[in-house]
């Protein structure tokens, strides 16, 4: 059972557009609204666990300008830990530019700014929260580099390292994938990291045999609508999704992240963790915005209770 979680990953202001439908290349269209949310990867797994009751610290950077107070500012009204994210004012705040459809399918465009700027100082203030038994959240919106020193730096000190491999890439370095306790890819970063198509069950246990290859001990491969896939060192398994009237689905995975990180910490099982990941992400799915729409414990338990008559 750990007793914090720790998120080392990116910090945006996602600037978002409601949209009737997602433009063609050269298409101008008027939307229906706009809106300014806090978001960013590493932002959004860290409110996701935050709300969930999980003591969190969140290791990063934000711009020296207003976007970056307004960031800081809502990490702290969320109760995440803010002492180690750092204020670079070579640098704008990162941002995402997401249109949304009526159909809640979206694009993002994401321009990273101060997250590219991560580099070994950021290591030395992520070090001391790492400890036996807490766990690491990691994403690649920060230099890939960074991200394996901060997973060796999980190892050395006996700390659990979550990968959510996104936005998707196939350059994941080999030494790199043997840190790594848990990865969370979806269909698309899946298939990337593997070089094939993923279109059945069969193929979906070969891909995550082939991360296990590679040094991964647990993979967890979320499959929308269909559910998801985990394979541990012990077992392999399917695990359904929550059917809910979506839409907005823009951070239903790190939702999924914040609920199975939540679960792990507080010692349940992996079956039971990927429950509770299912049920944040589907949650999350009917409120719009990012870290807006992420689930807090009350609001989790109860839906757990209605949908499966227990926690998980």
């Known amino acids: 059972m750990a007793d914090s979680a720790i998120v080392f ?7 978002v557009a409601r949209t009737p439908r997602l433009p063609r ?7 229906h609204s706009f809106s300014t949310i806090p978001g960013g990867k590493g932002a959004n797994q860290a409110v996701a666990i935050a709300r969930l009751g999980i003591s969190t610290t969140m290791v990063g950077r934000v711009g020296g300008d207003q976007f970056g107070q307004q960031l800081l500012s809502s990490l702290q009204a969320e109760k995440v830990h803010i002492e180690d994210v750092l204020i670079d004012n ?22 990273a700014g101060a997250n590219g700027n991560v580099n070994d100082d950021d290591i ?6 790492l400890t036996p038994g807490s766990l690491l959240l ?30 998707a890439r196939s ?8 840190l790594i306790d848990i990865i969370t890819p979806n269909i698309v970063e899946v298939e990337q990291l593997v070089g094939f198509p993923v279109e059945s069950p069969s193929l979906t246990s070969e891909a995550a045999s082939v991360l296990q290859q590679r040094g991964v001990k647990t993979v967890l491969i979320k499959l929308g609508e269909n559910g998801g896939f985990c394979a ?4 392999a398994f399917f695990f359904p999704v929550f059917r809910v009237e979506a839409i907005d689905t823009v951070a239903a995975g790190d939702a999924f992240n914040g609920g199975l990180a939540a679960a792990l910490a507080e010692g ?12 944040a992400g589907a949650l999350s799915a009917t409120k719009s915005g990012a870290q807006s729409s992420l689930p807090d414990r009350q609001t989790l338990m109860e839906f757990l209770e209605q949908r499966l008559g227990g926690e998980a």
């Open 90 to 111: 070579s640098a704008s705040s990162g941002v995402a530019m997401i249109a949304v459809d009526d159909r809640s399918e979206n694009h993002i465009i994401v321009i």
């Open 25 to 31: 290349a050269g298409e101008t269209l008027l939307g």
């Open 9 to 15: 990953g990116s910090i945006n202001l996602d600037l």
């Open 124 to 129: 030395e203030r992520l070090i001391p929260h």
């Open 171 to 178: 350059d994941i370095p080999s030494d790199l994938y043997p």
């Open 232 to 235: 541990t060192p012990e077992e």
């Open 268 to 279: 349940y099982s992996i079956r039971e963790a990927v429950t509770w990941g299912a049920a």
């Open 138 to 167: 990691l994403q690649l919106e920060i230099p890939l580099a960074v991200i394996r020193l901060a997973a060796q730096a999980a190892k050395t000190a006996g700390a659990m390292v979550i990968l959510d491999p996104a936005p």
